[in-house]
């Protein structure tokens, strides 16, 4: 289950997801991604990276995909990007012609 925003990109809140097993919720704000722990309500990651509109995360590992909200140029709404946390490294940058509208991941291949 997932939530964005629309509208402006003031600070603040702009997506909100669920894990698969709802043990963690993936928050993109206006000032990048935070990861809390629904049972320890303790953070698990967070990043600065700037305006994120979608986070999603694979179940309670480190793996991650976001996309941009367009406020910076590194941060275009055309780019998904699936990064692993522990490393900090992005394991794949995927630019489309139009804007992702959502994401969702699996374990599946």
């Given at each position: 289950?997932?939530?964005?925003?629309?509208?402006?990109?003031?600070?603040?809140?702009l997506?909100?997801?669920?894990?698969?097993?709802s043990?963690?919720?993936?928050?993109?704000?206006?000032?990048?991604?935070?990861?809390?722990?629904?049972?320890?309500?303790?953070?698990?990651?967070?990043?600065?990276?700037?305006?994120?509109?979608?986070?999603?995360?694979?179940?309670?590992?480190?793996?991650?995909?976001?996309?941009?909200?367009g406020?910076?140029?590194?941060?275009?709404?055309?780019?998904?990007?699936?990064l692993?946390?522990?490393s900090?490294?992005?394991i794949?940058?995927?630019?489309?012609?139009?804007?992702?509208?959502?994401?969702?991941?699996?374990?599946q291949?």
């Amino acid at each position: 289950m997932s939530l964005s925003c629309s509208g402006s990109h003031k600070p603040g809140l702009l997506h909100i997801a669920f894990n698969q097993d709802s043990t963690c919720i993936a928050i993109g704000t206006s000032e990048g991604i935070r990861i809390y722990h629904i049972e320890t309500h303790q953070i698990c990651y967070k990043d600065d990276i700037g305006a994120v509109g979608i986070v999603e995360m694979l179940f309670c590992t480190s793996l991650l995909a976001y996309v941009g909200a367009g406020d910076q140029p590194s941060l275009t709404p055309r780019k998904l990007t699936v990064l692993n946390t522990s490393s900090g490294t992005a394991i794949r940058d995927l630019t489309f012609s139009s804007s992702v509208l959502a994401v969702r991941l699996s374990r599946q291949r």
